[in-house]
Nanobody, 116 residues
Framework: QVQVVESGGGLVQAGGSLRLSCAAS????????IGWYRQAPGKQRELVAD?????????ADSVKGRFTISRDNGKNTDTVYLQMNSLKAEDTAVYYC????????WGQGTQVTVSS
């Protein structure tokens, strides 16, 4: 079993920055990829960025050049960070962390609100 906990959301003005953290703990040896997804009101959940245990990264086109995903592989906890710069109003959403390999585990989400 894997527990996933997000933190770091909040309210920021357009052009500002936020850093999200996702801590995956438990049977993390079973986890290869950890990613950030977001869901805005009335829209489907979408991939923002993900990173493998080997630190191979993947980004949505809408965030390339603005967001950076990174990962620390620990003994009992893997932590993934999402550094978000040059934030736009359209980045407003609930951001979820997903950890997966054969199984998938989701966090409870953290709200990011960008005021224009």
């Amino acid at each position: 079993q894997v527990q996933v906990v997000e933190s770091g959301g909040g309210l920021v003005q357009a052009g500002g920055s936020l850093r999200l953290s996702c801590a995956a703990s438990g049977s993390i040896f079973s986890i290869n990829t950890i990613g950030w997804y977001r869901q805005a009101p009335g829209k489907q959940r979408e991939l923002v960025a993900d990173i493998t245990r080997g630190r191979r990264t993947n980004y949505a086109d809408s965030v390339k050049g603005r967001f950076t995903i990174s990962r620390d592989n620990g003994k009992n906890t893997d932590t993934v960070y999402l550094q978000m710069n040059s934030l736009k109003a359209e980045d407003t959403a609930v951001y979820y962390c997903r950890a997966w390999s054969l199984n998938e585990y989701w966090g409870q989400g953290t709200q990011v609100t960008v005021s224009s």
